[in-house]
């Protein structure tokens, strides 16, 4: 047998093959079922990616901003006790 003979041999209408169309309308509503799916999943994706690079971007902003204008220390308060050099005698 020739390539093309084996090819129309494979590829003839049999009972397997005709069952697979029977239910075409189901196939396509699966089909269009999980497109919705698809769609819903890879938009929520999206957005997920979106919020994390803003936050990391927000972050990066405030510490830069953050190192740029150190918050300055506050000087503890120390008591300064003058010692005039006389031991009180009680």
């Known amino acids: 047998m020739g390539k093309n003979e084996i090819r129309l041999r494979r590829h003839r209408m049999s009972s397997g093959r005709i069952a697979h169309h ?6 396509m509503a ?9 769609r819903v999943t890879q938009f929520f994706t999206y957005i997920l990616v979106i919020i994390i690079l ?18 300055p220390k ?6 300064y006790v003058v010692d005039d050099g006389k031991i ?3």
Do not use: C
């Open 22 to 27: 029977r239910n075409y309308g189901d196939i």
């Open 30 to 38: 699966r089909l269009e079922r999980d497109m919705k799916l698809k």
């Open 54 to 71: 803003l936050l990391l971007l927000i972050a990066f902003i405030l510490i830069r901003r953050w190192e740029k204008y150190p918050v």
């Open 88 to 90: 009180p005698r009680g």
């Open 74 to 79: 506050e000087k503890p308060s120390t008591a």
